[in-house]
């Protein structure tokens, strides 16, 4: 049994103006989120900005990056922006960084497209430089948390590699069976050693349906060789009942030891039926 407590994060996706993301996290604070995320592409609001505004709006939920674009930023002003917002929500900022995937973010920002291995490199430096500088007593400005907690997410073998030897969080992108996952985490298990048991295990359902059969349009856009049976069996599937749903969350907890579990907002979410699985997988 995980000893961890369960905690639960919502993705606030490509919702809009500053100000409607924040009524959105207001939203799920209310309906029992323990973290709200916030991407980082352009077209979309600045994310550390934005976080700085939902956590003054909203005192009762930590915020997180999921996740930093690193190779846009140089890790010095990255550490000097993130110890600002840790500071400014009073300690509350969980750090999500990732190597980047989307080619038009780099040709937008006018920077090079890396290969896959210099991403990876360049968001080692990131992780390697930031944990370095905000656990620092005399960095300045001093964020709350010494340092806040650093989330990677990934699944490959560089990937996972790098998240089990310098993370807090380790969020697996696992899309296929569950072996896949219990794959990755034995992976995790052996490129971290000792420091394992220090690592919180995240994952994130990439869509939910609850009470018909799912629209399977949105999962096959991530796998579009995956035939409907496979996609039905995907584990980052969550779809049934609410109380099947909350039974798979309490399975991969139990099975895993994964306590934090991450969903992305839709367009047609329902927040009644989030409310009832947050209340029902705790």
Known sequence: MNARPVRFGLGLGFVGSVAETVEKAKRAADVGFDVVMVGDHLGDSGPLPTLVAIADAVPSIRISTLVINTPLYRPALLARDLATV?????????????????????????????????????????????????????YRPAPVQSPPPILVAGI??????????????????AQGHKDQLAERIEYIKTQAGPRFSQIELAFSFFQLSFGTTPDLTQLRSTTPKSTDEEL????????????????????????????????????????QELERLLAAAR
Request: hydrophobic share 45%; no cysteine; charged share 20%.
């Open 156 to 173: 490959g073998d560089k990937m996972l590699s790098l998240a089990a030897q310098s993370a807090d969080i380790i969020a697996i992108a």
């Open 86 to 138: 840790d500071a400014a929500s009073g300690g509350r900022l969980e750090i999500g960084l990732g190597s980047g995937y989307v080619e038009g973010d780099f040709a937008g920002a006018g920077v090079p497209f890396p290969s896959a291995a210099q991403r990876v490199e360049l968001l080692t430096e990131h992780v390697t430089t930031i944990r370095e500088l905000l656990s620092s007593p005399d």
């Open 232 to 271: 039905l069996q995907s584990v980052t599937l969550l779809h049934g009942s609410v109380s099947q749903a909350a039974e798979r969350i309490a399975a991969l907890r139990e099975e895993f030891g994964i306590s934090y579990f991450t969903v992305n907002l839709a367009p047609d979410t329902a927040w």
